[in-house]
T-cell receptor, first 113, second 110 residues
Framework: KAGVTQTPRYLIKTRGQQVTLSCSPI?????VSWYQQTPGQGLQFLFE???????NKGNFPGRFSGRQFSNSRSEMNVSTLELGDSALYLC????????????FGSGTQLSVL | GQNIDQPTEMTATEGAIVQINCTYQ??????LFWYQQHAGEAPTFLSY????GLEEKGRFSSFLSRSKGYSYLLLKELQMKDSASYLC???????????FGAGTTVTVRA
């Protein structure tokens, strides 16, 4: 059973550009959450999608957006990149029972120059 | 929302025991998780506590006191491979959203 797959693994962008990250969940998992991880800040929740609908949203500016497709794959987009957006972006999916552990992808390391 | 605190760093010797504390404040509690994250890798699940008490799983144990808003992760018989960041996360009752602490970096020395 394949795990959570995130692409690309590494990305380098410059300020003002936009970026799209992709996450393919474990087969059968319909909930996909996105987190931003920076040194000293820990994992900050961005948003969660379930059945193509945004179910939860964190405290991030509108430059951060996401969507989910009918096959549960999700994308997140960051527009007008800032230096502070440099981080590891992690995607996670929730086990079927809903009260279980999150399964994380390996993340996309984004560097904004 | 949640406010989650855990120490930034801890150092211990191979074969020793280390206890990582986590305190939290939440408007609605629906479970506490511990994750391990090695540098450059994804977090992996270690334990889940929703009721008070101790959950033991091999060399790792996790304890929860809901009345005190307190949990700890106990790592026994430390091995070099246990050097990693350990993340405490609390799930909110209203929206099932997970909030993470900043993580505790554990360094195991020979």
């Amino acid at each position: 059973k394949a795990g959570v797959t995130q692409t690309p693994r590494y990305l380098i962008k410059t300020r003002g550009q936009q970026v799209t990250l992709s996450c393919s969940p474990i087969s059968g998992h319909r909930s996909v959450s996105w987190y931003q991880q920076t040194p000293g800040q820990g994992l900050q929740f961005l948003f969660e999608y379930f059945s193509e609908t945004q179910r939860n949203k964190g405290n991030f500016p509108g430059r951060f957006s996401g969507r989910q497709f009918s096959n549960s794959r999700s994308e997140m987009n960051v527009s007008t990149l800032e230096l502070g957006d440099s981080a590891l972006y992690l995607c996670s999916t929730l086990g079927r029972k809903g009260n279980e552990k999150l399964f994380f992808g390996s993340g996309t390391q984004l560097s904004v120059l | 929302g949640q406010n989650i605190d855990q120490p930034t760093e801890m150092t211990a010797t191979e074969g020793a025991i280390v206890q990582i504390n986590c305190t939290y404040q939440t408007s609605g509690f629906n479970g506490l998780f511990w994750y391990q994250q090695h540098a450059g890798e994804a977090p992996t699940f270690l334990s889940y506590n929703v009721l008070d008490g101790l959950e033991e799983k091999g060399r790792f144990s996790s304890f929860l006191s809901r009345s005190k808003g307190y949990s700890y992760l106990l790592l026994k018989e430390l091995q070099m491979k246990d050097s990693a960041s350990y993340l405490c996360a609390v799930r909110d009752l209203s929206d099932y959203k997970l909030s993470f602490g900043a993580g505790t970096t554990v360094t195991v020395r020979a």
